[in-house]
Nanobody
Framework: QVQLVESGGGLVQPGGSLRLSCAAS????????MGWYRQVPGKQREFVAT???????NYADSVKGRFTISRDNNKNVMYLQMNSLKPEDTAVYYC?????????WGLGTQVTVSS
């Protein structure tokens, strides 16, 4: 049973930084794609960044140059380093794992950017 657990969210002032983590467990295939998505109430969940098991990355335009996605394949952990945070980055951030066309989601972690 695949499980994804996010951590690292919290309250931060504009311009600040946070690092999110996503720990995956339970039958993780060597070849997979992990990613971060975010959602605010009343809006659809949106793409933030993805990283393949080979290390290729992709970012939403809104976070390019500010966020960095990375992963440790030995530990099955993915990270999102978020710098220069803006109030519009406020959302619940979700971890997603894609294996063999199946998607698995974590429960999310709240990020609030406010002064």
């Amino acid at each position: 049973q695949v499980q994804l657990v996010e951590s690292g969210g919290g309250l931060v002032q504009p311009g600040g930084s946070l690092r999110l983590s996503c720990a995956a467990s339970g039958g993780i295939a060597r070849t997979n794609i992990m990613g971060w998505y975010r959602q605010v109430p009343g809006k659809q969940r949106e793409f933030v960044a993805t990283i393949t098991s080979g290390g290729s990355t992709n970012y939403a335009d809104s976070v390019k140059g500010r966020f960095t996605i990375s992963r440790d394949n030995n530990k099955n952990v993915m990270y999102l380093q978020m710098n220069s945070l803006k109030p519009e980055d406020t959302a619940v951030y979700y971890c997603r794992l894609t294996m063999s066309v199946r998607n698995f989601w974590g429960l999310g972690t709240q990020v609030t950017v406010s002064s």
